[in-house]
Protein backbone atom coordinates (compact mmCIF):
# COMPACT_ATOMS: atom_id res chain seq x y z
CA UNK A 1 0.00 0.00 0.00
CA UNK A 2 1.53 3.35 -0.96
CA UNK A 3 1.94 6.30 1.24
CA UNK A 4 -0.72 8.62 2.27
CA UNK A 5 0.01 11.76 -0.23
CA UNK A 6 2.44 9.99 -1.94
CA UNK A 7 0.63 10.32 -5.83
CA UNK A 8 -2.14 12.76 -4.75
CA UNK A 9 -1.00 14.74 -2.25
CA UNK A 10 -4.33 13.69 -0.01
CA UNK A 11 -4.77 11.71 3.19
CA UNK A 12 -7.59 9.26 1.70
CA UNK A 13 -8.89 8.67 -1.64
CA UNK A 14 -12.43 7.43 -1.16
CA UNK A 15 -15.24 5.85 -3.65
CA UNK A 16 -18.40 5.26 -2.82
CA UNK A 17 -20.26 3.32 -4.89
CA UNK A 18 -24.14 4.31 -5.00
CA UNK A 19 -25.82 8.01 -5.17
CA UNK A 20 -28.99 6.93 -3.43
CA UNK A 21 -29.43 8.45 0.14
CA UNK A 22 -26.76 6.12 1.93
CA UNK A 23 -24.27 7.18 -0.83
CA UNK A 24 -25.09 11.10 -0.97
CA UNK A 25 -25.14 11.11 2.92
CA UNK A 26 -21.42 9.12 3.59
CA UNK A 27 -20.02 11.79 1.23
CA UNK A 28 -21.46 14.75 2.62
CA UNK A 29 -20.37 13.59 6.44
CA UNK A 30 -17.01 12.17 5.24
CA UNK A 31 -16.53 15.82 3.87
CA UNK A 32 -17.54 17.77 6.83
CA UNK A 33 -15.01 15.50 8.69
CA UNK A 34 -11.56 15.02 6.66
CA UNK A 35 -12.12 18.66 4.89
CA UNK A 36 -9.40 18.96 1.99
CA UNK A 37 -7.68 15.78 3.37
CA UNK A 38 -9.55 13.75 1.56
CA UNK A 39 -10.71 12.79 -2.34
CA UNK A 40 -14.00 10.99 -2.87
CA UNK A 41 -15.57 9.98 -5.74
CA UNK A 42 -19.33 8.62 -5.84
CA UNK A 43 -20.41 6.36 -8.35
CA UNK A 44 -23.95 5.57 -9.26
CA UNK A 45 -25.40 3.45 -12.32
CA UNK A 46 -28.24 5.05 -13.15
CA UNK A 47 -28.94 8.89 -14.19
CA UNK A 48 -30.68 10.05 -11.28
CA UNK A 49 -29.44 10.18 -7.93
CA UNK A 50 -31.94 8.82 -4.66
CA UNK A 51 -32.35 5.21 -4.88
CA UNK A 52 -35.60 5.03 -3.54
CA UNK A 53 -36.70 8.35 -2.46
CA UNK A 54 -38.04 9.83 -5.57
CA UNK A 55 -40.72 12.13 -6.13
CA UNK A 56 -42.34 12.68 -9.63
CA UNK A 57 -44.19 15.28 -11.18
CA UNK A 58 -47.45 14.74 -12.98
CA UNK A 59 -46.93 17.74 -15.05
CA UNK A 60 -50.56 17.41 -16.70
CA UNK A 61 -52.10 18.35 -13.12
CA UNK A 62 -49.48 20.76 -12.07
CA UNK A 63 -48.63 17.97 -8.83
CA UNK A 64 -46.64 15.69 -7.93
CA UNK A 65 -46.29 12.18 -5.90
CA UNK A 66 -44.20 9.93 -3.97
CA UNK A 67 -43.14 7.29 -6.29
CA UNK A 68 -40.40 5.49 -3.34
CA UNK A 69 -40.28 5.98 0.27
CA UNK A 70 -43.88 7.82 1.32
CA UNK A 71 -42.69 8.49 5.08
CA UNK A 72 -40.07 8.74 7.34
CA UNK A 73 -40.43 7.77 10.95
CA UNK A 74 -39.80 9.73 13.59
CA UNK A 75 -38.76 6.93 16.19
CA UNK A 76 -38.91 7.83 19.70
CA UNK A 77 -35.22 7.81 21.33
CA UNK A 78 -33.64 7.55 18.12
CA UNK A 79 -34.03 11.60 16.29
CA UNK A 80 -30.80 11.11 13.94
CA UNK A 81 -33.12 11.36 11.23
CA UNK A 82 -35.21 14.95 12.43
CA UNK A 83 -31.96 16.15 12.73
CA UNK A 84 -30.48 15.70 9.91
CA UNK A 85 -33.63 17.24 8.11
CA UNK A 86 -33.62 20.42 10.29
CA UNK A 87 -29.97 20.53 9.87
CA UNK A 88 -30.11 20.75 5.97
CA UNK A 89 -33.44 23.07 6.73
CA UNK A 90 -36.00 21.57 4.81
CA UNK A 91 -39.41 21.92 6.09
CA UNK A 92 -41.78 18.83 7.56
CA UNK A 93 -45.22 18.34 7.84
CA UNK A 94 -46.70 15.12 10.16
CA UNK A 95 -48.29 12.23 8.32
CA UNK A 96 -51.56 11.58 10.54
CA UNK A 97 -53.61 8.30 10.31
CA UNK A 98 -55.38 6.32 13.27
CA UNK A 99 -55.39 4.40 10.74
CA UNK A 100 -58.74 3.48 9.49
CA UNK A 101 -58.86 -0.22 8.01
CA UNK A 102 -61.17 -1.69 5.23
CA UNK A 103 -61.73 -4.97 6.66
CA UNK A 104 -64.25 -6.92 4.15
CA UNK A 105 -65.22 -3.87 2.54
CA UNK A 106 -66.26 -2.59 5.90
CA UNK A 107 -64.74 0.83 6.94
CA UNK A 108 -63.54 0.34 10.35
CA UNK A 109 -62.68 4.53 12.16
CA UNK A 110 -61.73 2.86 15.64
CA UNK A 111 -61.35 0.15 18.40
CA UNK A 112 -65.17 0.15 19.15
CA UNK A 113 -65.99 -0.42 15.82
CA UNK A 114 -62.97 -3.03 15.26
CA UNK A 115 -64.42 -4.96 18.17
CA UNK A 116 -67.79 -5.46 15.98
CA UNK A 117 -65.83 -6.98 13.52
CA UNK A 118 -63.71 -9.12 15.94
CA UNK A 119 -65.91 -9.55 18.86
CA UNK A 120 -64.76 -8.61 22.62
CA UNK A 121 -63.06 -12.11 22.52
CA UNK A 122 -61.42 -10.89 19.34
CA UNK A 123 -60.47 -7.67 21.45
CA UNK A 124 -59.05 -8.80 24.43
CA UNK A 125 -56.86 -11.31 22.38
CA UNK A 126 -55.25 -8.57 20.48
CA UNK A 127 -54.70 -6.48 23.50
CA UNK A 128 -53.26 -9.01 25.21
CA UNK A 129 -50.79 -10.26 21.98
CA UNK A 130 -49.45 -6.21 22.25
CA UNK A 131 -49.13 -6.09 26.06
CA UNK A 132 -46.98 -9.06 25.29
CA UNK A 133 -45.04 -7.23 22.19
CA UNK A 134 -44.84 -4.14 23.87
CA UNK A 135 -43.29 -6.24 27.22
CA UNK A 136 -41.13 -7.40 25.15
CA UNK A 137 -39.94 -4.71 22.78
CA UNK A 138 -40.02 -1.51 25.30
CA UNK A 139 -39.61 2.19 23.16
CA UNK A 140 -35.65 2.55 24.22
CA UNK A 141 -35.16 -1.22 22.54
CA UNK A 142 -37.02 -0.34 19.49
CA UNK A 143 -34.94 2.93 18.76
CA UNK A 144 -32.05 0.57 18.79
CA UNK A 145 -33.35 -2.08 16.48
CA UNK A 146 -30.86 -3.49 14.73
CA UNK A 147 -28.31 -3.75 17.01
CA UNK A 148 -26.53 -6.53 18.93
CA UNK A 149 -28.78 -6.83 21.59
CA UNK A 150 -32.08 -7.76 19.20
CA UNK A 151 -30.02 -11.58 19.61
CA UNK A 152 -31.53 -11.70 23.04
CA UNK A 153 -34.92 -11.04 21.91
CA UNK A 154 -37.19 -14.66 22.04
CA UNK A 155 -39.02 -13.49 18.74
CA UNK A 156 -35.74 -13.34 16.18
CA UNK A 157 -35.27 -16.96 16.10
CA UNK A 158 -39.24 -17.36 15.51
CA UNK A 159 -40.94 -16.61 12.43
CA UNK A 160 -43.26 -13.92 12.46
CA UNK A 161 -46.21 -16.95 11.71
CA UNK A 162 -45.38 -18.45 14.87
CA UNK A 163 -45.44 -15.38 17.18
CA UNK A 164 -49.00 -14.59 15.28
CA UNK A 165 -49.99 -17.79 16.24
CA UNK A 166 -50.29 -17.16 20.11
CA UNK A 167 -53.25 -15.25 19.29
CA UNK A 168 -55.94 -17.41 19.90
CA UNK A 169 -58.33 -16.22 17.42
CA UNK A 170 -57.45 -16.97 14.02
CA UNK A 171 -59.16 -13.67 12.31
CA UNK A 172 -57.24 -11.94 15.04
CA UNK A 173 -54.04 -13.64 13.75
CA UNK A 174 -55.22 -12.51 10.01
CA UNK A 175 -55.92 -8.94 10.58
CA UNK A 176 -52.40 -8.27 12.71
CA UNK A 177 -50.85 -9.88 9.72
CA UNK A 178 -53.05 -7.55 7.36
CA UNK A 179 -52.32 -4.38 9.51
CA UNK A 180 -48.61 -4.35 8.92
CA UNK A 181 -48.30 -5.94 5.26
CA UNK A 182 -47.67 -3.75 3.32
CA UNK A 183 -44.88 -2.24 5.77
CA UNK A 184 -43.83 -5.54 6.17
CA UNK A 185 -43.85 -6.35 2.45
CA UNK A 186 -43.22 -10.13 3.14
CA UNK A 187 -44.90 -12.83 4.31
CA UNK A 188 -45.17 -14.21 7.83
CA UNK A 189 -43.56 -17.45 7.34
CA UNK A 190 -40.35 -15.63 6.04
CA UNK A 191 -39.51 -13.34 8.29
CA UNK A 192 -38.60 -12.90 11.80
CA UNK A 193 -41.56 -12.28 14.63
CA UNK A 194 -39.24 -9.54 16.00
CA UNK A 195 -39.38 -7.60 12.66
CA UNK A 196 -43.05 -8.22 12.60
CA UNK A 197 -43.94 -6.70 15.73
CA UNK A 198 -41.36 -3.56 15.04
CA UNK A 199 -43.72 -3.18 12.04
CA UNK A 200 -46.34 -3.11 14.07
CA UNK A 201 -45.20 -0.73 16.35
CA UNK A 202 -44.92 1.99 13.43
CA UNK A 203 -48.66 2.05 14.43
CA UNK A 204 -48.51 3.00 17.80
CA UNK A 205 -47.81 6.44 18.51
CA UNK A 206 -45.61 5.95 21.82
CA UNK A 207 -43.08 4.51 19.87
CA UNK A 208 -43.49 6.41 15.90
CA UNK A 209 -45.04 8.95 14.11
CA UNK A 210 -44.45 9.59 10.67
CA UNK A 211 -44.00 13.26 8.48
CA UNK A 212 -43.17 13.60 5.51
CA UNK A 213 -41.49 17.19 3.25
CA UNK A 214 -43.80 19.71 2.41
CA UNK A 215 -42.06 20.49 -0.98
CA UNK A 216 -41.72 16.71 -1.72
CA UNK A 217 -39.37 13.94 0.09
CA UNK A 218 -36.73 13.77 -2.55
CA UNK A 219 -35.76 16.98 -1.57
CA UNK A 220 -33.85 14.92 1.72
CA UNK A 221 -31.77 13.82 -1.34
CA UNK A 222 -31.91 16.66 -3.66
CA UNK A 223 -30.51 18.76 -0.51
CA UNK A 224 -27.52 16.63 0.40
CA UNK A 225 -26.81 16.27 -3.57
CA UNK A 226 -26.48 20.25 -3.60
CA UNK A 227 -24.55 20.12 -0.80
CA UNK A 228 -21.28 17.60 -1.69
CA UNK A 229 -18.80 18.92 -3.19
CA UNK A 230 -17.04 16.08 -4.79
CA UNK A 231 -17.60 14.62 -8.20
CA UNK A 232 -20.96 12.04 -9.12
CA UNK A 233 -20.83 10.03 -11.92
CA UNK A 234 -24.09 9.20 -12.95
CA UNK A 235 -24.58 5.83 -15.79
CA UNK A 236 -21.44 4.75 -14.05
CA UNK A 237 -22.31 1.19 -13.14
CA UNK A 238 -19.33 -0.83 -11.16
CA UNK A 239 -18.12 -3.80 -12.91
CA UNK A 240 -16.22 -5.37 -10.41
CA UNK A 241 -13.73 -4.25 -7.39
CA UNK A 242 -10.02 -5.68 -7.17
CA UNK A 243 -7.72 -5.83 -4.21
CA UNK A 244 -4.52 -6.10 -4.02
CA UNK A 245 -1.92 -5.54 -1.04
CA UNK A 246 0.17 -2.87 -3.62
CA UNK A 247 -1.95 -1.18 -5.11
CA UNK A 248 -5.30 -1.18 -2.56
CA UNK A 249 -8.44 -1.04 -4.12
CA UNK A 250 -9.73 -0.59 -7.66
CA UNK A 251 -12.91 -0.21 -9.01
CA UNK A 252 -13.85 -0.79 -12.48
CA UNK A 253 -16.76 1.18 -14.07
CA UNK A 254 -18.51 2.17 -17.09
CA UNK A 255 -18.60 5.60 -17.72
CA UNK A 256 -19.81 7.59 -20.74
CA UNK A 257 -21.73 4.96 -22.49
CA UNK A 258 -19.58 1.85 -22.71
CA UNK A 259 -16.44 3.61 -21.44
CA UNK A 260 -14.46 1.29 -19.09
CA UNK A 261 -12.89 3.66 -16.39
CA UNK A 262 -10.76 2.45 -13.41
CA UNK A 263 -10.60 4.17 -9.40
CA UNK A 264 -7.74 3.49 -7.61
CA UNK A 265 -9.33 4.26 -3.68
CA UNK A 266 -7.87 3.69 -0.38
CA UNK A 267 -11.35 3.33 1.21
CA UNK A 268 -14.07 2.06 -0.45
CA UNK A 269 -17.97 2.20 0.90
CA UNK A 270 -20.58 0.13 -1.06
CA UNK A 271 -24.43 1.76 -0.52
CA UNK A 272 -26.12 -1.11 -2.81
CA UNK A 273 -28.27 -3.75 -1.64
CA UNK A 274 -27.10 -7.43 -1.83
CA UNK A 275 -28.47 -8.12 -5.27
CA UNK A 276 -26.81 -4.97 -6.56
CA UNK A 277 -23.51 -6.22 -4.37
CA UNK A 278 -23.89 -9.85 -6.03
CA UNK A 279 -23.53 -8.49 -10.02
CA UNK A 280 -20.43 -7.18 -9.10
CA UNK A 281 -17.09 -9.38 -9.45
CA UNK A 282 -14.49 -9.60 -6.72
CA UNK A 283 -11.41 -10.16 -7.94
CA UNK A 284 -9.76 -11.52 -5.22
CA UNK A 285 -10.71 -14.75 -4.12
CA UNK A 286 -10.87 -14.66 -0.32
CA UNK A 287 -12.90 -10.51 -0.47
CA UNK A 288 -14.97 -12.92 -3.07
CA UNK A 289 -16.14 -16.01 -0.71
CA UNK A 290 -16.42 -13.17 2.86
CA UNK A 291 -18.61 -11.14 0.05
CA UNK A 292 -20.43 -13.86 -1.58
CA UNK A 293 -21.16 -14.86 2.68
CA UNK A 294 -22.50 -10.86 3.30
CA UNK A 295 -24.45 -11.47 0.73
CA UNK A 296 -26.19 -14.81 1.27
CA UNK A 297 -26.90 -13.74 5.27
CA UNK A 298 -28.44 -10.33 3.90
CA UNK A 299 -30.42 -10.96 0.96
CA UNK A 300 -34.23 -11.31 1.78
CA UNK A 301 -35.45 -9.02 -0.86
CA UNK A 302 -38.92 -8.21 -0.95
CA UNK A 303 -41.03 -6.53 -3.86
CA UNK A 304 -42.71 -3.34 -3.63
CA UNK A 305 -45.77 -1.68 -6.10
CA UNK A 306 -46.35 1.61 -5.84
CA UNK A 307 -49.59 2.21 -7.83
CA UNK A 308 -50.27 6.07 -8.18
CA UNK A 309 -54.20 7.27 -9.66
CA UNK A 310 -54.96 10.82 -10.10
CA UNK A 311 -58.15 11.76 -10.32
CA UNK A 312 -60.56 14.54 -10.93
CA UNK A 313 -61.42 15.15 -7.65
CA UNK A 314 -60.96 13.95 -3.80
CA UNK A 315 -64.10 11.55 -3.91
CA UNK A 316 -62.75 9.79 -0.87
CA UNK A 317 -62.05 12.91 1.53
CA UNK A 318 -65.60 12.52 3.56
CA UNK A 319 -65.04 8.85 4.22
CA UNK A 320 -60.98 8.63 4.97
CA UNK A 321 -60.19 12.51 6.09
CA UNK A 322 -56.45 11.25 7.35
CA UNK A 323 -53.79 10.96 5.03
CA UNK A 324 -53.76 7.44 4.70
CA UNK A 325 -55.96 3.69 5.47
CA UNK A 326 -55.33 0.14 5.16
CA UNK A 327 -57.43 -1.97 3.26
CA UNK A 328 -57.70 -6.09 3.81
CA UNK A 329 -57.14 -6.15 -0.30
CA UNK A 330 -53.88 -7.87 -1.60
CA UNK A 331 -53.01 -9.26 1.55
CA UNK A 332 -52.67 -5.60 3.44
CA UNK A 333 -52.11 -2.71 1.02
CA UNK A 334 -51.96 1.09 2.58
CA UNK A 335 -53.59 3.63 0.77
CA UNK A 336 -51.99 7.05 0.91
CA UNK A 337 -53.44 10.38 -0.20
CA UNK A 338 -50.98 12.50 -1.34
CA UNK A 339 -53.49 14.80 -3.18
CA UNK A 340 -52.29 18.77 -2.74
CA UNK A 341 -52.98 20.41 0.64
CA UNK A 342 -54.23 23.16 -1.57
CA UNK A 343 -56.68 21.76 -3.55
CA UNK A 344 -54.75 22.39 -6.37
CA UNK A 345 -56.40 21.78 -9.95
CA UNK A 346 -59.02 20.43 -7.85
CA UNK A 347 -57.45 16.99 -8.52
CA UNK A 348 -57.06 14.17 -6.01
CA UNK A 349 -54.16 11.55 -5.42
CA UNK A 350 -54.11 7.72 -4.46
CA UNK A 351 -51.23 6.07 -3.92
CA UNK A 352 -51.33 2.46 -3.16
CA UNK A 353 -48.23 0.64 -1.46
CA UNK A 354 -48.44 -3.47 -2.26
CA UNK A 355 -45.86 -5.71 -0.83
CA UNK A 356 -44.97 -9.12 -0.49
CA UNK A 357 -46.50 -11.78 -2.81
CA UNK A 358 -49.18 -10.25 -4.00
CA UNK A 359 -46.84 -7.23 -5.19
CA UNK A 360 -43.97 -9.93 -6.99
CA UNK A 361 -46.96 -11.32 -8.76
CA UNK A 362 -48.53 -8.77 -10.08
CA UNK A 363 -45.44 -6.77 -10.73
CA UNK A 364 -44.96 -9.01 -13.62
CA UNK A 365 -48.00 -7.95 -15.01
CA UNK A 366 -48.57 -4.46 -17.27
CA UNK A 367 -49.13 -1.32 -15.96
CA UNK A 368 -52.70 -1.35 -17.05
CA UNK A 369 -53.42 -4.40 -15.60
CA UNK A 370 -52.44 -3.32 -12.58
CA UNK A 371 -54.25 -0.17 -12.26
CA UNK A 372 -57.35 -2.25 -13.10
CA UNK A 373 -56.71 -4.33 -10.32
CA UNK A 374 -55.88 -1.64 -7.71
CA UNK A 375 -59.08 -0.02 -9.74
CA UNK A 376 -61.33 -3.53 -8.90
CA UNK A 377 -60.07 -3.35 -4.86
CA UNK A 378 -61.58 -0.02 -4.37
CA UNK A 379 -63.66 -0.25 -1.27
CA UNK A 380 -67.55 -0.17 -2.21
CA UNK A 381 -68.17 3.29 -0.36
CA UNK A 382 -65.88 4.90 -2.85
CA UNK A 383 -67.04 3.91 -6.63
CA UNK A 384 -64.70 5.43 -9.03
CA UNK A 385 -66.95 6.85 -11.49
CA UNK A 386 -66.63 7.22 -15.46
CA UNK A 387 -64.53 9.85 -16.49
CA UNK A 388 -62.67 10.32 -12.80
CA UNK A 389 -59.75 8.73 -13.81
CA UNK A 390 -57.24 10.77 -15.11
CA UNK A 391 -54.08 8.63 -15.23
CA UNK A 392 -52.27 5.75 -13.14
CA UNK A 393 -48.74 5.24 -12.85
CA UNK A 394 -46.88 2.05 -11.64
CA UNK A 395 -43.58 2.05 -9.86
CA UNK A 396 -41.74 -1.07 -9.50
CA UNK A 397 -39.44 -1.87 -6.46
CA UNK A 398 -37.81 -4.90 -6.57
CA UNK A 399 -34.56 -6.58 -7.00
CA UNK A 400 -31.46 -4.23 -6.42
CA UNK A 401 -34.18 -1.86 -5.58
CA UNK A 402 -36.33 -3.36 -3.56
CA UNK A 403 -36.09 -3.54 0.23
CA UNK A 404 -35.13 -6.48 3.16
CA UNK A 405 -38.23 -8.57 4.53
CA UNK A 406 -35.40 -9.60 7.33
CA UNK A 407 -32.86 -6.61 7.73
CA UNK A 408 -29.95 -7.88 9.29
CA UNK A 409 -30.53 -11.69 8.84
CA UNK A 410 -30.37 -14.04 11.51
CA UNK A 411 -28.95 -13.56 13.93
CA UNK A 412 -27.75 -10.40 13.55
CA UNK A 413 -23.74 -10.09 12.76
CA UNK A 414 -21.23 -7.95 14.94
CA UNK A 415 -21.35 -4.03 13.45
CA UNK A 416 -17.44 -4.42 12.18
CA UNK A 417 -18.26 -8.28 10.64
CA UNK A 418 -21.85 -6.87 9.21
CA UNK A 419 -20.29 -3.28 7.88
CA UNK A 420 -16.65 -5.24 7.02
CA UNK A 421 -16.94 -8.97 6.08
CA UNK A 422 -13.27 -9.23 5.18
CA UNK A 423 -11.48 -8.42 8.07
CA UNK A 424 -8.23 -7.97 5.58
CA UNK A 425 -9.98 -5.24 3.97
CA UNK A 426 -11.59 -2.85 7.21
CA UNK A 427 -11.34 0.06 4.64
CA UNK A 428 -14.46 -1.81 2.62
CA UNK A 429 -17.36 -0.95 4.19
CA UNK A 430 -20.48 -2.18 3.03
CA UNK A 431 -23.49 0.29 4.36
CA UNK A 432 -27.59 0.25 3.91
CA UNK A 433 -30.73 -0.04 5.90
CA UNK A 434 -31.00 -3.90 4.91
CA UNK A 435 -27.76 -4.46 7.63
CA UNK A 436 -30.52 -2.72 10.30
CA UNK A 437 -34.42 -1.69 9.59
CA UNK A 438 -35.05 -1.44 6.16
CA UNK A 439 -35.74 2.10 7.06
CA UNK A 440 -33.85 5.86 6.18
CA UNK A 441 -33.36 5.65 10.17
CA UNK A 442 -31.44 1.97 9.61
CA UNK A 443 -29.62 3.72 6.88
CA UNK A 444 -28.85 6.59 8.46
CA UNK A 445 -27.44 4.24 11.81
CA UNK A 446 -25.64 2.35 8.84
CA UNK A 447 -23.62 5.42 7.41
CA UNK A 448 -23.01 7.11 11.16
CA UNK A 449 -20.93 3.62 11.99
CA UNK A 450 -19.39 3.20 8.62
CA UNK A 451 -17.93 7.18 8.24
CA UNK A 452 -17.30 7.19 12.28
CA UNK A 453 -14.94 4.05 11.32
CA UNK A 454 -13.18 5.44 8.12
CA UNK A 455 -12.08 8.58 10.05
CA UNK A 456 -10.95 7.10 13.04
CA UNK A 457 -8.54 5.25 10.22
CA UNK A 458 -7.51 8.74 8.65
CA UNK A 459 -6.80 10.15 12.26
CA UNK A 460 -4.52 6.60 12.97
CA UNK A 461 -2.84 6.86 9.58
CA UNK A 462 -1.99 10.39 9.77
CA UNK A 463 -1.73 11.55 13.60
CA UNK A 464 -3.96 14.31 12.98
CA UNK A 465 -8.08 14.39 14.55
CA UNK A 466 -10.57 14.72 12.06
CA UNK A 467 -14.01 16.54 12.56
CA UNK A 468 -16.79 14.44 13.81
CA UNK A 469 -19.92 14.84 13.67
CA UNK A 470 -21.34 15.04 16.73
CA UNK A 471 -22.44 18.79 15.57
CA UNK A 472 -24.94 17.58 13.41
CA UNK A 473 -26.22 14.80 15.51
CA UNK A 474 -25.40 14.15 19.48
CA UNK A 475 -26.17 17.95 20.30
CA UNK A 476 -29.94 18.19 20.77
CA UNK A 477 -31.91 20.29 18.53
CA UNK A 478 -35.03 22.56 19.31
CA UNK A 479 -38.17 20.88 19.61
CA UNK A 480 -36.09 17.19 19.25
CA UNK A 481 -36.04 15.48 22.26
CA UNK A 482 -33.16 13.84 23.23
CA UNK A 483 -34.55 12.24 26.55
CA UNK A 484 -34.39 7.72 26.79
CA UNK A 485 -38.38 7.07 25.57
CA UNK A 486 -40.50 6.04 28.46
CA UNK A 487 -43.09 3.54 28.07
CA UNK A 488 -46.82 4.44 26.61
CA UNK A 489 -49.75 4.70 28.51
CA UNK A 490 -51.34 2.35 26.59
CA UNK A 491 -49.84 -1.26 24.89
CA UNK A 492 -52.49 -1.26 22.77
CA UNK A 493 -52.14 0.92 19.24
CA UNK A 494 -55.50 2.12 19.35
CA UNK A 495 -55.83 2.71 23.23
CA UNK A 496 -52.81 4.80 22.98
CA UNK A 497 -54.17 6.92 19.82
CA UNK A 498 -58.00 7.26 22.28
CA UNK A 499 -56.11 8.55 25.40
CA UNK A 500 -53.71 10.78 23.09
CA UNK A 501 -57.02 12.62 21.70
CA UNK A 502 -58.64 13.17 25.32
Same mark, same amino acid.
Do not use: K
Given at each position: ???????????????????????????????????????????????????????????????????????????????? !????????? !?????????????????????????????????????????????????????????????????????????????????????????????????????????????????????????????????????????????????????????????????????????????????????????????????????????????????????????????????????????????????????????????????????????????????????????????????????????????????????????????????????????????????????????????????? !???????????????????????????????????????????????????????????
Amino acid at each position: MREVGEECGVAERIGIIGGGFSGLLCAYLLEHMLGDRAEIVVLEGSDRVGGRVRTTQLPEAGVSYEAGVAEFYDITGNPH !LRRLIRHLG !LETRPLRGTPYFVIDDRVVHDDLELEQVVGSRGMDRLRRFWEHGTALRPPADYALAGQMRDNDHPWLRRTFEDVLAEIDDPFCQWFTAMQCHSDLATEPPVTSGLFGMDNLLIDHPGYCSMYTLVDGNDGLVQALANRVQSPILRSAPVASVSADAERGLCVTFRADGDERSELEVDTLIVTLPPPGIRAMQWSDDRLAAAVGEHVRHHDHGTTYLRVTLLFRRRFWRRQFPEDYFVSDAFGGVTVYDQSPDDGAAGVGIQSWLLGGAHARDLSARSDDEIVAAVLAAMPSALPVRDGVLVRGCVDRWTGASGVSGLPGGVPLLPLDQRHSPDPRWPQLQFVGDYLYDSTLCGA !LDAVLYAVARLGARVEVRTGEPVVGVSDLFAAPASGISDLAPSSPSSAFFLDERSANRR
